[in-house]
Structures are given as structure tokens and as C-alpha cells.
């Protein structure tokens, strides 16, 4: 029986909550290089490729072998920009949530295939280990109401602040945890504007004005998982 959520066709113009865990829940992120490095892939997936300056910069007299091979590497690199929209995140110890709207069918698979081989080898790589990093293929589950996004993206950036979850003795603080913990919750408080995320498609249906009837006020009350009970981690 194939496992709950994990799809094997998407469709296009549609919205979808992705997650994935480690392979036997092991810690996927040990450090905050390996929370930099998978942000950082996740920006040159989502960024628009400026393949003008990378091709000039090729042509450059006295460019050193190891640089050519950076800059060829970049520009043969898979790019996902206008394709894929990262509406909000969440990296936890062992595992991440995404909320991802793509624009045509095969994209969302395409991206996740690409980020998720090319962290595992530069986690393998550092970690001195081979074989799968993850518990299986990502998760994806459609999106089906305006209700559900937003709650979804409720769900995804209080997951740091759960005190409940513990991952491997790991206690995750209350909300304090959010200044150390990578999320798109910053963006979504207008601490931090980041080209890749678009917290707008979100932040829209709240008040800018009113504190009461903020996005801030909505994800720090009570947490209510009901409407979204059936697209959420296992």
C-alpha cells in the first residue's frame, strides 16, 4: 500500500504542503552550516538565474580552473524561478515543512528531486556516511481551501514552539525559539525580506494595521490543527 501522501502526480497551478523527515527520524540538520547550505540551495533554485553575468564572468581573462568550474556548475544548474513559489517554511533538527505552489505539473517533483540529492550529498559528504538521508520520498498533499493555507502556514511556522516536540532529547523553547530556528516566520513579521519566499500571497488576507486581526495575532493564539488534520506530518 503506497504510503499516505506521498503522491506521485501533482497538478499544475496547484498548491501543496511537502514535507520529509530523516531516514529512521535522524537529525537531517546538526548545525547551523547545515541549515545555511540547505537555505542556500533553496535560494539558487528559487532566484532567477542571471545567466548574462554568469556567461560574461566565464569569459573573463586569468579566471583560475576552480572558479570556471563554480561558474559552469551554476549555470548548468537546475533553476526553478517563476515555476515554483515558496509561500512559507519550516527547517526542523530532522526533519522540514514547505508550502509550495507550482505552475506547471511536473515542477514541484523536479525541484524536490534536485534539493533533496543535492543536500544529501553534501551531508554525506560532510558527515563521512553514504546512503539515503531521508524516510523516503518527500510527502506532498494538495492544498484544497483558502482556509487550509492559511492554517497550513500557521501549522508550519509554530512548529519550533511546539512544546510538546522532542526531537532525540532535543526540548524546542517557546516562542522565543524562532530567532535561532529557520523559518519564513520573520519574513511574515517584516523582519527580513528574502527574494526567494512570498509571504504576500498570505499576508493579504490580514490586517496591517490592526494588531488584533494581524497574521502575528492569528499564529500566536491557541493552535487549532482540525481544518488541516488530513494534510499535516503523520
Not at 529512521?24 to 552550516?33: A, N
Request: proline share 4%; with cysteine; hydrophobic share 35%.
Amino acid at each position: 500500500m503506497p504510503c499516505k501522501n506521498s503522491r506521485k502526480s501533482y497538478d499544475s497551478n496547484g498548491y501543496y504542503h511537502v514535507y520529509n523527515r530523516g531516514v529512521e527520524k535522524r537529525l537531517i540538520f546538526q548545525d547551523k552550516q547545515d541549515y545555511a547550505v540547505f537555505r542556500s540551495y533553496l535560494r539558487t533554485y528559487l532566484t532567477e538565474k542571471d545567466e548574462i553575468s554568469l556567461n560574461l564572468s566565464l569569459s573573463r581573462l586569468g579566471l583560475n580552473p576552480r572558479e570556471r568550474d563554480r561558474i559552469l556548475k551554476e549555470i548548468q544548474l537546475n533553476n526553478f524561478y517563476g515555476e515554483i513559489t515558496l509561500i512559507a517554511y519550516c527547517l526542523m533538527p530532522n526533519h522540514f515543512h514547505f508550502l509550495i505552489h507550482q505552475n506547471s505539473a511536473e515542477s514541484m517533483d523536479k525541484f524536490m528531486n534536485s534539493l533533496c540529492t543535492r543536500y544529501t550529498m553534501f551531508f554525506n559528504k560532510k558527515y563521512d556516511r553514504v546512503g539515503p538521508l531521508y524516510q523516503g520520498v518527500y510527502k506532498a498533499v494538495s492544498v484544497l481551501s483558502e482556509e487550509q493555507l492559511l492554517y497550513l502556514t500557521n501549522y508550519i511556522h509554530r512548529n519550533p514552539y511546539n512544546p510538546s516536540l522532542r526531537l532525540q532529547g532535543l526540548a524546542l523553547e517557546a516562542w522565543t525559539r524562532w530567532t535561532s530556528q529557520p523559518s519564513s516566520y520573520p519574513e511574515y513579521l517584516g523582519l527580513r525580506q528574502t527574494e526567494w519566499v512570498r509571504p504576500e500571497i498570505i499576508l493579504n488576507f490580514f490586517s496591517k494595521t490592526n494588531p488584533r486581526l494581524s497574521y502575528q495575532a492569528f499564529v500566536e493564539q491557541d493552535e487549532d490543527i482540525s481544518i488541516i488534520q488530513k494534510i499535516i506530518l503523520d
